[in-house]
């Protein structure tokens, strides 16, 4: 299978600056970052590297999945976004994991063996919000495949961090816009039942930059997709 590693970014000069050493770019056989309009110097470190950048016509990190796809030729992708979050070592485990037969593999924040970025926290309201739209992912679309199966829970359905085949990726025609385009994917992928599988990651800080996902709106969109994917089921 031919290995595409995709890097989003958004003004992460200071994530990529610390992390670039520790991505396995050998371990994928095309890579590209598609950025979102960065003006900090983050499109200059990678050219400057000799890794291919692209940049988006619109906003938004929807597009930018979107213009990975469009981009790439690889039968898997993989997303990583440098910002200090998500550990670049767990990048060969999710290709292998798409390898073994999986049409989508997502690195989970949450179960065990698995570390948010809110772990330390006494309230945890970002990893509560993901763990509350999670489980009603997983009724409204896992519920017969767990009734069989426990173990069939997808315990972390919003995590970007993920690899899915290009032929899982076109089947699905994500067409959410922002934030919640990762959240569609495995709604989606669940509806056709597909195989997802999960490996465990360890989320770290941010290492510098901004967040752009502010939680309220962000919540809020995520309601309305979820209505959406009920009301739509597999017509899409
Ligand atoms: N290409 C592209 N990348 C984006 C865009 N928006 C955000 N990103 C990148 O996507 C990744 C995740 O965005 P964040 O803003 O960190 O969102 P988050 O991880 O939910 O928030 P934090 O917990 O604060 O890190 C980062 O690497 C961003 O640079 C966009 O519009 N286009
Ligand atoms: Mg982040």
């Given at each position: 299978?031919?290995?595409?590693?995709?890097?989003?970014?958004?003004?992460?000069?200071?994530?990529?600056?610390?992390?670039?050493?520790?991505?396995?770019?050998?371990?994928?056989?095309?890579?590209?970052?598609?950025?979102?309009?960065?003006?900090?110097?983050?499109?200059?470190?990678?050219?400057?590297?000799?890794?291919?950048?692209?940049?988006?016509?619109?906003?938004?990190?929807?597009?930018?999945?979107?213009?990975?796809?469009?981009?790439?030729?690889?039968?898997?992708?993989?997303?990583?976004?440098?910002?200090?979050?998500?550990?670049?070592?767990?990048?060969?485990?999710?290709?292998?994991?798409?390898?073994?037969?999986?049409d989508m593999a997502i690195a989970r924040r949450f179960?065990?063996?698995?570390?948010?970025?809110?772990?330390?926290?006494?309230?945890?309201?970002?990893?509560?919000?993901?763990?509350?739209?999670?489980?009603?992912?997983?009724?409204?679309?896992?519920?017969?495949?767990?009734?069989?199966?426990?173990?069939?829970?997808?315990?972390?359905?919003?995590?970007?961090?993920?690899?899915?085949?290009?032929?899982?990726?076109?089947?699905?025609?994500?067409?959410?816009?922002?934030?919640?385009?990762?959240?569609?994917?495995?709604?989606?992928?669940?509806?056709?039942?597909?195989?997802?599988?999960?490996?465990?990651?360890?989320?770290?800080?941010?290492?510098?930059?901004?967040?752009?996902?502010?939680?309220?709106?962000?919540?809020?969109?995520?309601?309305?997709?979820?209505?959406?994917?009920?009301?739509?089921?597999?017509?899409?």
């Amino acid at each position: 299978m031919k290995r595409t590693l995709v890097l989003l970014t958004l003004n992460e000069i200071e994530g990529v600056t610390e992390l670039f050493d520790r991505i396995p770019f050998d371990a994928a056989d095309e890579s590209l970052v598609v950025d979102g309009g960065s003006t900090d110097g983050t499109v200059e470190f990678f050219t400057t590297r000799g890794v291919k950048v692209v940049g988006q016509e619109k906003k938004g990190r929807a597009e930018a999945f979107r213009v990975a796809f469009d981009s790439t030729t690889g039968d898997v992708l993989c997303f990583f976004s440098p910002d200090g979050n998500e550990d670049p070592a767990d990048i060969p485990r999710l290709f292998e994991k798409i390898e073994a037969g999986a049409d989508m593999a997502i690195a989970r924040r949450f179960g065990e063996g698995a570390r948010n970025e809110e772990d330390d926290s006494v309230l945890r309201w970002r990893a509560w919000a993901n763990q509350a739209f999670t489980l009603l992912a997983n009724l409204a679309f896992n519920l017969p495949k767990l009734v069989r199966e426990r173990g069939a829970y997808v315990q972390d359905t919003i995590n970007g961090y993920r690899a899915i085949t290009r032929e899982a990726f076109r089947r699905l025609s994500m067409d959410a816009e922002g934030f919640l385009v990762e959240y569609q994917m495995t709604m989606r992928a669940l509806k056709l039942g597909m195989k997802i599988v999960e490996i465990p990651t360890i989320e770290h800080d941010r290492i510098g930059g901004q967040s752009t996902a502010s939680s309220l709106p962000t919540g809020l969109r995520f309601v309305r997709g979820l209505a959406r994917e009920i009301v739509i089921g597999r017509r899409f």
